[in-house]
């Protein structure tokens, strides 16, 4: 089993550019998470998906972020425009019937 | 809001020391899991407690929630410089089992060889 995959590992832009950041589950799950992780703040919920909807958003900064999960197997978060404040680590997780979440490699995000 | 507070915030240990991680709850636990961090890496499943007075035990590592199941210990038995890493404690989110999770803020270990 490959895990968890996201893609990019990392990413450097510029404020004000668009950053989408993608995911794809551990086939047969059906729950997938995003999370964001800072020093300051740690480990923060942004959304979740149960069976491709989303169940809850309410983690999501500000409506400059966006996810979206087409189908069971790929997932995007996307920041448009990005800010510096949105540097951190983004990971995607998937579970299945909530028997612990997977975590992938993560995103490393740095925003200029 | 249910809040995960972990301690200590970190520890340094001699290689082959026992230590212990403890993580608790404001609200009972309805599922407790604990991961593990490597910098700049994802989190590592470890184990997942449901039952008050649960223990499992994987390798060296030993996770055990009380019988109140308001708090949970996480203890390593002679450890190595491969255990070091970041410890967190994650939480069903208000009771709830779909495995949306909050996180305690982690215990970052050290392991001296």
């Known amino acids: 089993d490959a895990g968890v995959i996201q893609s990019p590992r990392h990413e450097v832009t510029e404020m004000g550019q668009e950053v989408t950041l993608r995911c794809k589950p551990i086939s047969g799950h059906n729950s997938l998470f995003w999370y964001r992780q800072t020093m300051m703040r740690g480990l923060e919920l942004l959304i979740y998906?149960?069976?491709?909807?989303?169940?809850?958003d309410s983690g999501m900064p500000e409506d400059r972020f966006s996810a979206k999960m087409p189908n069971a197997s790929f997932s995007t978060l996307k920041i448009q425009p990005s800010e510096p404040r949105d540097s951190a680590v983004y990971f995607c997780?998937?579970?299945?019937?909530?028997?612990?979440?997977?975590f992938g490699p993560g995103t490393r995000l740095t925003v200029l | 809001s249910q809040e995960l507070e972990q301690s200590p915030q970190s520890l340094i240990v001699q290689e082959g020391k026992n230590l212990t991680i403890n993580c608790t709850s404001s609200k009972t636990l309805y599922g407790l899991y604990w991961y593990k961090q490597k910098y700049g890496e994802g989190l590592i499943f470890l184990m997942m407690?449901?039952?008050?007075?649960e223990e499992k035990s994987h390798e060296k590592i030993t996770a055990k929630l009380d019988e109140k199941k308001q708090q949970s210990s996480l203890h390593i038995t002679a450890s190595q410089p491969s255990h070091a890493g970041i410890y967190l404690c994650g939480a069903d989110r208000n009771g709830g089992s779909q495995g949306n999770l909050i996180f305690g803020k982690g215990t970052k270990l050290s392991v001296k060889p």
């Open positions: 998906f149960n069976n491709n909807v989303p169940i809850d």
């Open positions: 997780a998937s579970s299945f019937a909530g028997r612990g979440q997977y």
């Open positions: 407690l449901q039952k008050g007075g």
